[in-house]
């Protein structure tokens, strides 16, 4: 059994796999190259997908197809920038802090009045009823699957007003931003209506960040080596097609579990090996550079499924909605959906540290299974994995990977940061002092840098969670932060 999402058809499943297609790009687009020179008088344009998180409820995971773009000039030509059918599972939970990036386009020098965006349906997603009575047949305190039934959840369109100019020659960029803020209310219980003012917009890119090249940034993109030369490194994993990585002349690599003969280089990559790389998109073609690799696993990869948990330990078992893996064997669950997890008790427990400075691999925090806590992103390594009913039994390894929080910024000492309006979803967060602790390899996006912050701003932390109750100085360990 694969990990693809049951909605997709055949020819899109084997887009995903560990041997996928590439990216189909759109009509007058090229696929990588193209950029450059004078464009003919066009702007070569990379497309990327955002969101804002909601502020009325929580999304621990939001999967949402986006079945196409269209931008549409002031004659009322259209023209394709992109979906993510059998490119990329777009989670609007990552998105926050993470941007998705559909591809590119050659856009003539014109104004463009308007957004076609259409949605996808048939996509599962989970909301947390942080409410003080059941809502859409959810117990208070639990995460649920959102009911098919609530209006706007699946198969969609919009059409939005924007204003926008790209300048002849150039080569550049835009997000589009789905701002759930906007366009998830209370009616009924739960509506989404992307045709509320503001639920979509277009931002020109670059934007004020941290990011010191390229349009816009490539964030811990894991999967497992599927090729590499002497400069470049291909992965893929079971959420996004393949991407081939070009090493920036100063790329960093870590390895915080040994897997290399130090110091961790290049030449230790290899086929079949899982790895999670950080870096930056080029705006003159749209490729790929690496600017840091972190090795997880030596080669031959084993199977590692990521999720984050909906549901804490109770008798050595757990749930997490699976959002991404690499299973050379094959087996697995459908992404989206929920995996139990029963543990040993032999199992070890390590933390990802990509880098950031100090942060050890074994800090206190995430040091047994007594650490599982609600809202975290695990990544589990081996085991078995039973796919008639989607449980994980005995993995080897528990390795603490990055969640997404959405909050509002309290106070601002160096290098913490203190909380508040918390996303619910993270309750045991809420009960104690929610505190950021930055680095200084924090990235920053909407502003340059940690002094860029100001209180009262909303924000998106991509963050280690550690146990709030361990002991821990501060739960939450930035390796991102992105300003709404």
């Known amino acids: 059994m694969k990990f693809y999402k049951a909605f997709l058809i055949p020819t899109l499943l084997a887009c995903l796999s560990l041997s996928s297609c590439y990216h189909q790009f759109p009509s007058g687009s090229g696929a990588g190259g193209g950029g450059g020179g004078n464009n003919n008088g066009n702007a070569f344009v990379n497309v990327f997908v955002t969101s ?7 999304f621990p995971s939001l999967n949402w197809q986006i079945d196409n773009i269209s931008i549409i000039d002031s004659k009322g030509n259209s023209i394709s920038l992109g979906s993510t059918a059998g490119v990329v599972f777009n989670d609007f939970a990552r998105v926050q802090t993470d941007s998705t990036y559909l591809g590119h386009a050659i856009l003539a020098a014109t104004n463009y009045t308007s957004l076609k965006v259409s949605l996808g349906g ?10 003080n009575a059941t809502l859409l047949g959810c117990a208070v305190g639990t995460v649920c699957l959102i009911p098919i039934t609530v209006s706007g959840f699946g198969s969609a369109s919009a059409i939005i007003p924007i204003t926008y100019t790209p300048t002849e020659n150039t080569n550049t960029g835009i997000r589009i931003n789905f701002d759930l803020s906007k366009a998830v209310t209370n009616a009924g219980g739960m509506t989404f209506d ?3 003012n503001g639920a979509i917009t277009l931002t020109p890119l670059p934007v004020a960040s941290s990011q010191s090249a390229g349009i816009d940034f490539v964030d811990n993109f894991t999967g497992s080596v599927f090729a590499n030369d002497a400069t470049t490194v291909t992965i893929s994993s079971l959420v996004s097609e393949k991407r081939t990585f070009t090493m920036a002349a100063n790329a960093v690599f870590d390895d915080p579990f040994g897997i290399c003969p130090p110091p961790a280089s290049f030449s230790c990559i290899a086929l079949n090996q899982n790895l999670s790389i950080d870096g930056f998109i080029k705006a003159a073609d749209g490729s790929f550079v690496a600017t840091e690799v972190e090795f997880l696993d030596p080669a031959p990869a084993t199977n590692e499924l990521e999720g984050v948990i909906i549901k804490p330990v109770t008798n050595s078992t757990f749930q997490i909605v699976l959002s991404n893996g690499m299973t050379p064997t094959g087996q697995g669950e459908l992404v989206s959906t929920p995996v139990n997890v029963t543990l040993s008790g032999l199992e070890t427990y390590a933390v990802d540290p990509k880098g950031l400075v100090g942060v050890s691999t074994t800090p206190v925090g995430f040091l047994s299974a007594a650490d599982l806590v609600l ?15 989607g449980n994980l039994t005995n993995p080897t390894r528990v390795l603490l990977r990055y969640s997404s929080v959405a909050a509002t910024i309290q106070s601002i000492g160096n290098p913490a940061i203190t909380l508040s309006g918390v996303d619910p979803f993270f309750a045991n967060l809420l009960n104690n002092t929610g505190q950021v602790q930055t680095f200084p390899n924090t990235a920053y996006d909407g502003v340059t840098a940690f002094g860029g912050l100001t209180t009262n701003t909303k924000i998106s932390v991509r963050a ?7 002991g821990a100085p501060q739960a939450l360990l930035a390796a991102k932060i992105r300003t709404h």
Do not use: A, D, E, H
Request: proline residues 7%; without cysteine.
């Open 52 to 58: 804002t998180p909601s502020s009325t409820f929580s």
């Open 122 to 131: 048939g996509l599962p997603g989970y909301f947390y009823n942080n409410t």
């Open 194 to 196: 992307f045709t509320q």
């Open 375 to 389: 809202g975290q992103t695990v990544m589990l390594k081996g085991g078995t994995i039973n796919s008639s009913n």
């Open 464 to 470: 280690l969670y550690l146990n709030p109750t361990s």
